[in-house]
């Protein structure tokens, strides 16, 4: 094979400008116990900076043009404070209201205010039914389309008969009123009984005149308030006295009547009967007194006597307190002198001595008499008991006979109470409503309103709306917030293969390192990434670049100190490692996707390990579309299949780069090739790689996609180790992971993997703070080529 190799050597150089380090360091980094990780937070909004950038000058811009195309508007303000006290001195001071109600006097006169009565009053007090501002006020683009769509709506709705010069004229006072409500605002200064009106209106002196007709109007409808309602009020007593007069009359005089036809004569406002049992009740119970007390006497009396002589005179001394017989006390006396002058004989001459005998016999006959005392006091009290017992009785009878007598008058009374009752009601209602007649007649005389205007309506000087400082910073926050969305969005949109960690995190498998992107995409790809050719060199795939394949194919070779040939030294270190102790190696270079360069990776992978001096074969198993055998000048007779089908041998198809001594099996065209998988899988193939692993020490097999064919699969068992090459931001990582995860006769050989057409001026912008691909720009020097152009040609 001839590769031509020219003045590539200018991009080559150029390339080296954008290397930097093969290896990032992981971004996770040490766990972090925020719920928010503000390093990938602030990484995100760095990366899509542009787009919020974008979406905050498309919002301020929209609100330039808004400040620009809006109408101006001017607002009036007036304030009304309600103030019950004004009425003080026509009215009697009414306790002071609750916070709630407060509330809902003040919520009340807001409705009134806002009331379409109100408008209309305001409409004829101000003579604004022909005012043309408010007929015809500035429309906004909405306010036009609905009147585009009402106007249409009455075209396609059946005719309304014409109406009437009164109805017309109704009908444009009835849409001024709307205009002043639509244009109305009222509402409560914070917690006070002030209450604020304002009106909006494209002309200032219609603003001024409008709020002050407004509060104009809501004083007088006050005050016509106040004296209709008293009007009505008075009227209304006044029927209501008439009737309560006659009402109480009527009472009055059927209770006297019912009085006289039942006989319930009364003193003192007292029925006779009830008069004669309450003085026979009291009779009663002093007479129940006398007999408990006759009866205590006797009884104690009587417990006396009945003790016998002896113990009657020990305890005679106990009716000392209720008898006045001074024998008793007189003879008690004389027994206890006797008794003691006894006793001292007694004691001193003995029980037998005359003396003790003739006291002795004295104390008995003192004794005696003291019974026959006692004996004669409980007879007296007997009799006392008995005259008790039987006045008790006489009473308990009358007054057994006055209640009989009066049972039919209790009857009678029972209906009494009830016509009194309704007497006394119907005279205490009376009274009630004259007072309130004539309360009702003195407020009349004083039309004074419970308001008053504390702040005059003045001509605004400067509009209202709009607020241009409020709509910019609206604008800006808009913006940020629709910016902050779209960029959130594409965020997690974007599960591409970014980072470093983006490959360990997703697939577990080591990073290799990246592969700048080389020149512009193709024109069909949805995402078209611009870089400078002249900075950079070029990889991809197809022939529409405007690259020279056989060029591409020695990037390697010609920028030995680029990133691009150190990412593919850190591949032949990987391979090293693994394969280490193995005199042949066989390294397939696959991909998920077509497109992604895995056919320029193997080629410049392969001229790599021959520049190093290593025989090294690149064998293209891409049967299906054989990329690599497309980038030779002259297309092939023979190549693999020939050889596999021993047709020709196999040596005969290999071509050799004179430069790299890099040998080459590629792959002659056909048409309708079928069967490719069992091509690769086939004995011929088999006996095809032990000759070549003979001859070489590297065979490098560019083969077809993971995805779309299984070719790789059935040629897996002849590899001894795969790179993976992934398209940097359009492979999706769900896809590499899933295809790996149903290949693992491929997935536990993976040396690694490589990032290709990364565009290595955005990569930055995916990197966490602190990863190193934010710091390429400090490796600059390590990969500039040392040597002038004229060596590196040589």
Not at 319 to 347: C, F, G, I, M, P
Not at 612 to 628: C, H, Q, V, W
Not at 726 to 737: D, F, H, I
Request: aromatic fraction near 6%; hydrophobic fraction near 40%; charged fraction near 25%.
């Amino acid at each position: 094979m001839a590769i031509v190799h020219s003045g590539f050597s200018d991009k080559v150089v150029a390339m080296h400008q954008k290397n930097f380090t093969l290896h990032s360091t992981p971004s996770q980094g040490e766990p972090q116990d925020s719920f928010i990780d503000l390093d990938k937070l602030m990484a995100v909004v760095t990366r899509r900076i542009r787009t919020i950038l974008l979406a905050v000058a498309a919002f301020v811009i929209l609100a330039v043009v808004y400040l620009l195309t809006a109408t101006s508007s001017y607002t009036s303000q007036t304030q009304i404070l309600l103030d019950e006290s004004m009425t003080k001195y026509a009215e009697d001071q009414r306790p002071a209201a609750s916070s709630q109600q407060a509330d809902m006097e003040i919520a009340s006169a807001v409705e009134i205010l806002k009331s379409n009565e109100m408008a209309l009053r305001v409409v004829d007090t101000a003579g604004l039914a022909d005012n043309k501002t408010l007929l015809n006020p500035p429309q906004s683009p909405a306010a036009l389309l609905k009147s585009g769509a009402g106007l249409i709506a009455s075209i396609l709705t059946p005719g309304r008969p014409p109406m009437t010069p009164e109805e017309q004229r109704e009908a444009q006072r009835q849409k001024v009123a709307a205009v002043l409500q639509d244009g109305l605002k009222v509402e409560r200064v914070t917690r006070s009984s002030v209450v604020a009106v304002s009106f909006n209106s494209t002309d200032k002196l219609l603003a001024a005149k409008v709020t002050r007709a407004y509060a104009d109007a809501y004083l007088t409808d006050q005050l016509n308030a106040n004296f209709d309602a008293t009007e009505r009020a008075s009227v209304w007593l006044q029927e209501r006295l008439n009737d309560l007069r006659q009402r109480a009359q009527e009472a009055s005089l059927e209770v006297e009547k019912y009085k006289a036809e039942n006989g319930l004569t009364s003193t003192g406002g007292e029925l006779m009967s009830e008069q004669q049992i309450s003085d026979l009740n009291k009779q009663l119970i002093i007479a129940q007194a006398d007999t408990a007390s006759a009866a205590a006497r006797y009884n104690q009396y009587k417990s006396i006597i009945d003790q016998g002589p002896d113990n009657a005179v020990k305890n005679a001394t106990i009716s000392s307190n209720t008898t006045d017989n001074s024998v008793l006390q007189d003879l008690k006396t004389r027994y206890l002198a006797v008794e003691k002058r006894e006793q001292d004989v007694t004691q001193n001459f003995g029980a037998q001595h005359p003396q003790a005998i003739a006291l002795k016999a004295e104390r008995q006959d003192i004794t005696r008499q003291i019974y026959q005392v006692l004996q004669q006091l409980t007879a007296s009290y007997k009799n006392e008991l008995d005259v008790a017992q039987s006045r008790s009785a006489s009473l308990r009878e009358s007054i057994e006979n006055v209640v009989g007598k009066n049972s039919e008058a209790n009857k009678s009374l029972v209906h009494l109470n009830e016509l009194n009752q309704k007497a006394t009601a119907l005279k205490t209602l009376y009274e009630s409503y004259l007072g309130r007649f004539e309360e009702a007649t003195q407020q009349r005389s004083f039309p004074i309103a419970k308001a008053r205007v504390i702040s005059v309506a003045g001509v605004p000087t400067s509009p209202s709306s709009p607020k241009r400082t409020l709509v910019m910073a609206l604008s800006v926050i808009l913006g940020l917030m629709a910016g902050c969305g779209l960029a959130a969005l594409q965020e997690f949109r974007d599960r591409f293969f970014r980072v470093e960690a983006d490959v360990r995190s997703a697939l577990g498998l080591k990073f290799l390192g990246y592969l700048p992107l080389l020149g512009q995409q193709s024109k069909n790809k949805k995402t078209k990434r611009k870089t400078n050719v002249g900075s950079e060199p070029v990889t991809a795939e197809e022939t529409e670049n405007g690259v020279a394949f056989e060029r591409m194919m020695r990037i390697s070779v010609e920028a030995p100190r680029s990133i691009f040939a150190e990412t593919l030294r850190n591949a032949k270190l990987a391979s090293d490692v693994m394969l280490q102790g193995r005199a042949d190696r066989v390294i397939g270079v696959v991909s998920a996707l077509p497109g992604e360069g895995k056919s320029t990776t193997a080629a410049n992978f392969a001229a790599l390990l021959a520049s190093s001096g290593k025989r090294t074969l690149l064998i293209d198993a891409d049967l299906r579309n054989p990329g690599l055998s497309r980038t030779l000048k002259s297309p092939p007779q023979a190549g693999l299949i020939e050889a596999v089908l021993g047709e020709v041998p196999w040596t005969n198809a290999v071509k050799v780069d004179p430069r790299t001594k890099l040998a080459i099996l590629p792959v002659a065209m056909r048409d309708q090739l079928l069967h490719t998988s069992e091509l690769l899988s086939s004995p011929g193939m088999q006996q095809l790689m032990e000759n070549a692993r003979k001859m070489f020490d590297y065979i490098v097999v560019d083969l077809a996609p993971l995805g779309p064919v299984i070719d790789a699969k059935a040629f897996a068992p002849q590899v001894d180790a795969f790179l993976l090459v992934t398209e940097w931001g359009a492979t999706p990582t769900n896809l590499v992971r899933d295809i790996l995860e149903q290949e693992p006769q491929i997935n536990s050989r993976i040396l690694g993997v490589i990032l290709n057409k990364t565009d290595m001026s955005e990569l930055p912008r995916y990197s966490d703070f602190g990863g190193t691909e934010r710091y390429r720009q400090k490796y600059v020097s390590y990969y500039t080529e040392a040597q002038p152009r004229a060596q590196v040609d040589a």
